[in-house]
């Protein structure tokens, strides 16, 4: 069964350096996004993504973040200057539809940053 | 405004107990789509179910099954006979049309289940 792919499982990075997180969402999907969850709380929405745009960005997803498709099958978000508040699980998911269709979530990238 | 409450921040039974989540949403949209989600300690998160805004019937999938009641805006989570293995937070979420912001899903704060043995 095809799967979101997420690397690397746990990051490690010291306040102010710069982090990649990298997502290889489901082959025949169009629709990414990114989703983070600090430890203990709700899920929360960062990004969505298609057709090489950004679709919709919620308040957290500021200026220090970005996202990019750089081939056919990466997704990734970068935090350009990381804080202490950035860490976090981050989670890339997929949909073939916008909206309403069922986003398939990877296993998740743990942030820690120092 | 959209929103999604778990009013239920942690329950804990004994194994083979019934356990009923509860999940309440708000939206002024006509269309639109409530999922619960499963995430074990491991961390990721597990689709369990996708319910649309004009099918109230009620799901049943092996031990698991969900009550959709749009006059009380509800979409109510039963595991029946409840295993250790059910230990997991569980997440309702929100997904409408003509929202605010598109392209996203509203989540609960999710209910943390802890099965005993």
């Known amino acids: 069964e095809p799967e979101v792919t997420q690397t690397p499982s746990h990051q490690v990075t010291q306040m102010g350096q710069e982090v990649i997180l990298r997502c290889v969402p489901i082959?025949?999907?169009?629709?990414f996004y990114w989703y983070r969850q600090i430890l203990g709380q709700k899920v929360e929405f960062l990004v969505s993504?298609?057709?090489?745009?950004?679709?919709?960005k919620s308040e957290i997803f500021d200026d220090q973040f970005s996202v990019e498709r750089p081939d056919g099958s990466n997704f990734t978000l970068k935090i350009r200057s990381t804080k202490l508040e950035d860490s976090a699980m981050y989670f890339c998911?997929?949909?073939?539809?916008?909206?309403?269709?069922?986003?398939?979530f990877g296993p998740g990238t743990r942030l820690t940053v120092t | 405004a959209q929103k999604v409450t778990q009013a239920q921040t942690e329950i804990s039974v004994v194994e083979k107990e019934d356990v009923t989540l509860d999940c309440v949403y708000e939206?002024?949209?006509?269309?639109?789509?409530l999922f619960w989600y499963k995430q074990p300690p491991s961390g990721e998160l597990v689709f369990l179910i996708r319910?649309?805004?004009?099918d109230e019937q009620n799901e049943i999938s092996g031990r698991y099954s969900w009550n959709f009641q749009k006059s009380t805006s509800s979409f109510n989570f039963t595991i029946t006979a409840s295993q250790v293995v059910d230990s997991a937070v569980y997440f309702c979420?929100?997904?409408?049309?003509?929202?605010?912001?598109?392209?996203?899903?509203?989540w609960g704060a999710g209910t943390k289940l802890i099965i005993k043995p």
């Open positions: 998911a997929s949909s073939e539809y916008p909206d309403l269709d069922e986003q398939y």
């Open positions: 082959s025949n999907h169009l629709y």
């Open positions: 993504f298609y057709n090489n745009e950004i679709s919709e």
């Open positions: 939206t002024r949209d006509t269309t639109y789509y």
């Open positions: 319910r649309n805004s004009f």
């Open positions: 979420a929100l997904s409408a049309t003509h929202m605010d912001s598109n392209y996203q899903l509203i």
